[in-house]
Structure formats: structure tokens, C-alpha cells
């Protein structure tokens, strides 16, 4: 009931309460989410992850790290588990599953495209950035600049001109983090946009590139030359690679300088990783360890139309194929999940389904398909046909040995697969 005043008039109800701020953590985790989705949406990957499925730490104010208290899996899943499956993933792949590379992609995919793109947007850009000028030699009969003593031959001197530059310190900086990152694992399409982008950059007369030392310490919102108008590009450009130079290169370039092993030194720095992809990207990569590489190969596909229903496209998670007939229908797929409770197969088999609609012809149709799922909540679920469980509710001893002995399991049907596919051929 409202309070009257002294006049008998109601005092007016009071107001909700104004919205408290986010706190630091889930503010840092916003800020990864917002470069993560971008990037992935522009390179077609799935945007659907809910803030529950991812995984990372996050720094304290006593500069240690802790886990990111919002996501589910932290509770159930052992962090060692997840730490040593990042380092397997970067220690057997081409490329690294913390999304650095895809950060780098899209980084170098702006540059090139601004300065090599549109003129319109290139001239605009050009004239928003500072010049320095930068001495330049020349050989000329006029004295133009401040001759060089002891280079006059026949008339012609050695002149040290002043030269308009754009070889800034922020762009010098964009070149230190392409150069660096090109030293890092990386797939061959992520290290052509990273050699397009640094010519492109050479182009407008940005020569020099900055050293590791510098790379450390430079902070884009201290720097006087980005906080002119016109230079918002440059700016998230210099987000993106400071974010690649402290989370990426200065952890796994400086291991043995710090004596830190590669899981370890995940549990003190920053960082998030989406789960079910981590998940997915470690069957794949436990399948082809245990197959024979030169007549197998595991792989996840670009999505393909259904043959019955073309509008829609599938990709399945893990796809094996005999060596040489990748173009050919694959001998097993499997779609991989990662839920806080397993669900039945027959929730999810029609995704089985619909991929081999896709990826095969019903004369040669896939020998082995079904669901694998990782399992971190509550019993068991029942054995069911096509579904494999992967148990991941104990310490990582627990849960690499449940590992080791379904991929196991996989790789023994997907042998028996080619074997069926080598008779039907025969026949």
C-alpha cells in the first residue's frame, strides 16, 4: 500500500530498482562471444552455442585465473580433461581449436579486403590515416635533399629525401602480429590470406614490423594516432590482434621460457572454447590416430544439399572415407553430442539419417553410422542400437580410458565397413 503525504496526496509508487552491470566476468565473455560469433558467422559456422556451453577460465583480481562459473559443463566435466584436449588438438592438427587461426583469417580478410577492395573505401581510409615521413635515398643530379657525403659520381649524388609514410605504429603493429601468427600452426588457406594481407599492407609503404618485445606492451586505446575519426577499421583491427598476441602467441610461443607444460599453462591464462565443437574435433582426431592414415580419412565435410530435399544442407561431425574416394560415399558417419543429459537415440538418429540422405547413394549406402555422445550428468543411459557413450563424469583417468575404449570400438566397425564395401564391390 502507497504512503500518504503530509498533504493527504498518495506518494507515487516507487520505481524498479536500476539494472545492476554485468559483472566483470560475464562482460570479458561478451566481449570473446561478440569477436567468436562474427568470425563465425562470416565463415558459415554454426552461431547457435548458448553461454552454457562454453568452457574457459577467467581472471582474478589476484591475477590467477579461475573457472567461468556460468557454464554447466564446468561442474561435471574435470577441467584437466579439457585442458589436455586443446593441447592434443594443437599438438596433432593443423590448426588450433581455441578459434586464434579463425580470429587471424578474419583479421587478415578485412585488411586485404579494405585495402585492396572498393577504392572508394581505400581512398577514404588512406586519407584518415596520419603521415609520418620517413627518410628515403635517392640518386639525382638536383639537390633535392641532404646529399650523402662521398656518393657524388659524375654529377650524381646520394640524397637522403624526406618521404611521406603511412608506416605508423599501428599498422607496423598489425604487421608483427601477421608475421608471428604465420609462424604458428595454421591450416595452408589461413597462412595465403595471412601473406595477402601483409602484401597489402606493404603496398601503402608500411615497411617495418614490430618486434615480440613491442608486440607485449602496445594498447590500441593509448594510442594517439587511432583516436582520430574516420579509423574505426584500424581500430578493430588492432583489437583483434592484440587479443591474438596476449591470449595466443606470447602463451605457447614462451612454454619453455617459463617452463610451463601445454595443459598447465591453460590453467593460468584467460580463455573459452565451445564445448561441443572441442568434443567432436577430439573423436575425429582419436578415430584417424587409430585407423590407418594411408587408407582412411576422417575428416568433417562441407554441408551438401539432401538428395530428396535440396533446399536443406547437412554436414555430419565425423565422416570416414577410403583413401582416394573422398568424392565417393563415405563407409561410416556419425554425429557427435555433448548434452548435460544424454538423449535417447530416437530424439536425434533422424540427424543420422538426413546426413546420409546427403553424403550417400542407397546403392552404396554407409556400412556404420550412429550417434556418439558425451556423457557427464546423472546414470548411464541404456544400450541402445547405434548410440555410443562416451562416460565423462569421472577424473581424466576415468574419462580417457571410456575415451580410448569406444574410439576404439569405431575404428574396429569402420575396418569391418571397408571390408563389407570392398565385397559388395567385388560382387
Known amino acids: 500500500m502507497q504512503d500518504a503525504t503530509e498533504d493527504g496526496v498518495l506518494a507515487p509508487a516507487p520505481g524498479p530498482a536500476p539494472?545492476?552491470?554485468?559483472?566483470?566476468?560475464?562482460?570479458?565473455?561478451?566481449?570473446?562471444?561478440?569477436?567468436?560469433?562474427?568470425?563465425?558467422?562470416g565463415q558459415?559456422?554454426?552461431?547457435?552455442?548458448?553461454?552454457?556451453?562454453?568452457?574457459?577460465r577467467v581472471a582474478t583480481t589476484e591475477r590467477e585465473t579461475e573457472p567461468w562459473r556460468y557454464s554447466d559443463y564446468h561442474e561435471k566435466i574435470d577441467d584437466t580433461v579439457v585442458r589436455n584436449w586443446i593441447w592434443q588438438q594443437r599438438s596433432h592438427r593443423d590448426d588450433?581449436?581455441?578459434?586464434?587461426?579463425?580470429?587471424?583469417?578474419?583479421?587478415?580478410?578485412?585488411?586485404?579486403?579494405?585495402l585492396c577492395g572498393d577504392q572508394a573505401a581505400r581512398k577514404k581510409l588512406l586519407k584518415a590515416l596520419p603521415l609520418i615521413t620517413r627518410p628515403s635515398l635517392r640518386r639525382?643530379?638536383?639537390?633535392?635533399?641532404?646529399?650523402?657525403?662521398?656518393?657524388?659520381?659524375?654529377?650524381?649524388?646520394?640524397?637522403?629525401?624526406?618521404r611521406y609514410s603511412w608506416n605508423t605504429r599501428p599498422l607496423v603493429f598489425l604487421r608483427g602480429v601477421l608475421q608471428l601468427r604465420r609462424r604458428l600452426p595454421a591450416g595452408s588457406e589461413v597462412r595465403k590470406k595471412l601473406d595477402e594481407a601483409d602484401k597489402a599492407l606493404r603496398r601503402i609503404g608500411v615497411v617495418s614490423i614490430m618486434s615480440e618485445a613491442s608486440l607485449r606492451t602496445f594498447d590500441s586505446?593509448?594510442?594517439?594516432?587511432?583516436?582520430?575519426?574516420g579509423l574505426e577499421a584500424?581500430?578493430?583491427?588492432?583489437?583483434?590482434?592484440?587479443?591474438?598476441?596476449?591470449?595466443?602467441?606470447?602463451?605457447?610461443?614462451?612454454?619453455?621460457?617459463?617452463?610451463?607444460?601445454?595443459?598447465?599453462?591453460l590453467e593460468k591464462t584467460e580463455w573459452f572454447v565451445f564445448l561441443p565443437t572441442l568434443f567432436e574435433a577430439r573423436v575425429r582426431a582419436g578415430l584417424r590416430e587409430m585407423l590407418n592414415e594411408e587408407r582412411y580419412e576422417v575428416k568433417k565435410p562441407e554441408r551438401r544439399p539432401l538428395k530428396l530435399f535440396p533446399e536443406h544442407k547437412a554436414a555430419p561431425d565425423v565422416v570416414v572415407y577410403l583413401k582416394g574416394e573422398e568424392d565417393r560415399t563415405p563407409i561410416a558417419i556419425y554425429e557427435c553430442k555433448l548434452y548435460k543429459n544424454s538423449k535417447a537415440s530416437k530424439d536425434n538418429m533422424h540427424q543420422v539419417e538426413s546426413q546420409i540422405a546427403a553424403f550417400s547413394s542407397p546403392a552404396l549406402s554407409p556400412h556404420r553410422y550412429g550417434l556418439v555422445y558425451g556423457h557427464f550428468d546423472g546414470e548411464m543411459p541404456d544400450t541402445e542400437p547405434n548410440v555410443y557413450h562416451i562416460d565423462l563424469r569421472g577424473d581424466k583417468a576415468h574419462a580417457d580410458s571410456s575415451f580410448r575404449n569406444m574410439i576404439e570400438k569405431l575404428s574396429r566397425q569402420v575396418v569391418a565397413a571397408a571390408d563389407e564395401r570392398r565385397r559388395q564391390l567385388r560382387g
Not at 578493430?236 to 619453455?256: M, T
Request: hydrophobic share 35%; glycine share 8%.
Open 19 to 41: 539494472p545492476q552491470p554485468d559483472d566483470p566476468e560475464k562482460e570479458r565473455f561478451k566481449a570473446w562471444y561478440r569477436k567468436w560469433h562474427a568470425v563465425a558467422k
Open 44 to 56: 558459415g559456422k554454426d552461431t547457435k552455442g548458448s553461454d552454457q556451453r562454453w568452457f574457459g
Open 96 to 114: 588450433d581449436e581455441l578459434g586464434f587461426s579463425l580470429l587471424a583469417q578474419v583479421l587478415a580478410d578485412e585488411i586485404t579486403m579494405r
Open 140 to 162: 639525382d643530379r638536383l639537390r633535392l635533399g641532404a646529399v650523402v657525403p662521398g656518393t657524388a659520381s659524375r654529377g650524381t649524388t646520394l640524397q637522403r629525401l624526406p
Open 221 to 229: 586505446e593509448k594510442d594517439r594516432m587511432l583516436k582520430g575519426s
Open 234 to 265: 584500424v581500430r578493430s583491427w588492432c583489437a583483434i590482434g592484440e587479443w591474438i598476441a596476449r591470449k595466443e602467441i606470447f602463451v605457447w610461443n614462451n612454454l619453455d621460457e617459463r617452463q610451463i607444460t601445454g595443459p598447465d599453462v
